[in-house]
């Protein structure tokens, strides 16, 4: 395996939209995905109404790499062996002691199923995406609730849960105005969605006219993608890419088969017939990489085309594509953004009159940093019998070297950059901090006394 990366040695360049090209104002879009689901729940299932108000800093709560352990009401944060580094019962973090009498220092029941990354069963949900997150914090809150009236010892929820999402973001919504997120957003764009920065578009640019092909593979349906392309790129956002997926229905895109996961044509964002083959650059809905490849292969003229995929999500854009399709990933991390040593100085800089009217409600620290869970990245094992406390990666952490080439913050924090420039890769070497650019989290460095641990 080469040791440095390049996009100059790739083909084609492909983008996930949501919290990639299209980035979201997060405490904003939070609230919002947090009122639909609870609204949900309360109106529709008769929960208690208390799930309504939010207090202003519980969105702390919300960390991705969560797993919910849903039978037991609770929420873990787990190292990369599988043991539980810190664990929440609703709301309420557990103390070390509970932690040890209710998973001991062995590997998580579930760890071999969720380290395979099949996240979706009944038993447990991982939160890796934040489209999902502000539900982690609902989740708690019903679990407090029913703890409250019930005094539950076993929990029975999930399937209105399930519910409340695909109310809110099923494939109809948007053009039924129903739910709460699709007409919010709708009617507040520039309350929810950042405008993709000049110097992305310039990239985007740059990267076309150096003569490679580039995709865009949303899970989002087409009315809602033509909703955030125009708002953050603008009425010309089709000439950015050869081809447009929508509705892909990540993870299955890169794991399923034509004959599971046909492409579609889309008219008037309807889906039509499914089409045998993929043979021309265009829009398309669902899909499989199997046709997509052969599609690549016909344009690029070559019989093995490298293949970039930029995402956010672990479980549904980097683990699939490089495990199913052995294409390199870059991994949109924001979470690199709430370390000290990583945020751009010119965010930092940029005088008031220039920033959204927006941006003045947002949270002091960006709500991906949480005190109660403490870094993404590492975390204290408590030494047993007055052993002294070890300091450990954990597995969300594990998970970006193992199937990422390169993790950044935003794409912005690349888009100045040569397109022949080289990027370590994370499996150049042993170093666990290799692939991060511009440079790891400071929770990763040696000798780093890192206040985010506690």
């Known amino acids: 395996m080469q040791q440095h990366f390049s996009l100059a040695e790739c083909d084609v360049v492909g983008f996930d939209l949501d919290h990639t090209l299209c980035r979201y104002h997060l405490p904003q879009s939070a609230r919002l995905i947090y009122d639909s689901f609870a609204q949900y729940l309360v109106t529709e299932k008769g929960y208690d109404e208390d799930l309504l108000t939010l207090a202003p800093d519980s969105l702390d709560f919300c960390c991705k790499g969560l797993v919910f352990d849903i039978e037991e009401g609770n929420f873990l944060k787990l190292a990369e062996n599988g043991t539980v580094l810190r664990a929440s019962h609703g709301t309420r973090s557990m103390t070390f002691e509970e932690i040890l009498e209710i998973y001991g220092r062995k590997e998580w029941k579930h760890f071999n199923t969720v380290s395979g990354m099949v996240s979706r069963t009944a038993k447990y949900y991982l939160y890796d995406n934040y489209f999902d997150l502000p539900g982690a914090l609902l989740c708690a809150r019903v679990v407090d609730s029913l703890d409250q009236h019930d005094g539950q010892k076993k929990y029975d929820f999930w399937k209105d849960m399930v519910a409340a999402i695909q109310h809110n973001y099923k494939i109809s919504a948007f053009k039924e105005d129903c739910g709460m997120y699709f007409p919010e957003v709708k009617n507040h764009p520039d309350k929810y969605l950042q405008r993709c920065p000049e110097s992305v578009k310039k990239w985007l640019k740059q990267l076309k006219n150096a003569g490679k092909i580039l995709l865009l593979i949303t899970s989002s349906h087409s009315d809602y993608c033509r909703l955030l392309c125009e708002h953050v790129l603008g009425n010309d956002f089709e000439e950015y890419f050869d081809i447009l997926i929508t509705n892909a229905l990540k993870p299955g895109f890169f794991s399923h088969t034509p004959n599971q996961r046909p492409f579609r044509t889309l008219e008037n964002d309807e889906e039509q017939e499914a089409l045998l083959s993929l043979d021309k650059p265009g829009w398309y809905s669902q899909g499989n990489a199997i046709q997509l490849y052969d599609l690549l292969k016909k344009m690029t003229g070559k019989l093995d085309p490298k293949v970039v995929y930029f995402g956010d999500s672990m479980h549904s854009d980097i683990f699939p594509a490089h495990h199913y399709s052995n294409w390199e990933t870059v991994f949109i991390l924001e979470e690199l953004l ?18 959204g009217k927006y941006e003045g409600d947002q949270l002091k620290v960006p709500y991906f940093v949480s005190k109660q869970w403490g870094s993404f990245f590492m975390d204290r094992l408590p030494g047993l019998e007055n052993a002294e406390e070890t300091l450990v990666h954990t597995w969300s952490c594990k998970c970006i070297s193992t199937y990422s080439t390169i993790a950044i913050p935003s794409l912005e924090a690349i888009a100045d950059l ?18 991060y650019y511009p440079s790891p989290p400071r929770a990763l460095l040696p000798n780093e006394d890192s206040e985010m641990m506690k």
């Open 418 to 435: 040569p397109l022949d420039y080289r990027f370590t890769r994370f499996s150049s070497n042993s170093s666990a901090t290799a692939g």
């Open 338 to 355: 709430g370390d000290k040593g990583t945020v751009p100085a010119k965010a930092e800089s940029e005088p008031l009159e220039k920033k």
